[in-house]
């Protein structure tokens, strides 16, 4: 069933989702009856996200390298986690303030969160007020930490991932984080900590070498 509904186009989707939403409100009008359904907005949101519609922490820790200005990135979590640390360039509008954002309906949009759950319900609004152009960071900040900040690398590497572990190595340096060791006992195994600024911390930028050149500064096209 959950394979069938997301082959499904998203207007089908959209409707199923507004049939099952009103059913829930007709149950719930009514405090004389007994009978209660649950429907996981969560999973739906989830399922209905495809591949697609993600973008890859590593592509867009590239973006923001080069500088790139066709799109928008958007925290959705809190406004404390937001101060805490978020991705360089993001704009912070918490998901329940979403629906009534001042977003433009042809920017390219980013959504993130802690994982792809809040982003997916964040993207599913976007869309069903006909956003064109919506996206979810894959993983979400996990997949930030895990992907840019953090990766993780074997502690004896070939020859042939060491030229990798150098870029690998100077984005994550860009952006304030660090390479990773594997370790296969849990008792050595340290926890990393997240920069405390969201600017990226070089005044050069890592090339696919590994090397750096002078970044391009970022400016934001009007929509």
């Known amino acids: 069933m959950k394979k069938l509904f997301s082959e499904l186009e998203l207007k089908y989707k959209l409707a199923i989702v507004a049939v099952l939403l009103g059913v829930v409100a007709l149950f719930a009008g009514d405090p004389y009856n007994g009978t209660s359904i649950k429907v996981n907005v969560k999973d739906i949101a989830l399922s209905t996200v495809k591949n697609s519609d993600k ?4 592509d867009l820790a590239d973006w923001i390298i080069q500088g790139k ?8 979590r809190s406004p404390d986690k937001y101060a805490e640390y978020t991705l360089p360039e993001a704009e912070n509008i918490p998901l329940v303030e979403l629906p009534n954002s001042d977003l433009l309906r042809n920017q390219k949009i980013i959504l993130f969160s802690d994982d792809e759950v ?6 599913f609004i976007l869309k069903s007020k006909k956003y064109n152009s919506v996206y979810i960071l894959e993983g979400g900040l996990n997949g930030w930490k ?3 900040l953090f990766p993780k690398v074997p502690a004896n590497p070939t020859k042939d991932e060491l030229t990798k572990l150098e870029k690998l190595r100077a984005v994550a340096q860009y952006f304030g984080g660090d390479l990773v060791t594997e370790t296969t006992s849990a008792e050595t195994k340290t926890e990393v900590k997240l920069p405390t600024s969201t600017v990226a911390p070089q005044s050069t930028q890592p090339t696919s070498g590994g090397k750096v050149t002078t970044p391009k500064k970022k400016k934001r096209e009007g929509c």
Request: net charge negative; no cysteine.
């Open 118 to 123: 809040a982003a997916a319900q964040g993207w």
């Open 146 to 148: 895990d992907k840019v």
């Open 55 to 58: 973008i890859n922490p590593n």
């Open 69 to 76: 200005a066709d799109y928008i990135i958007v925290d959705l």
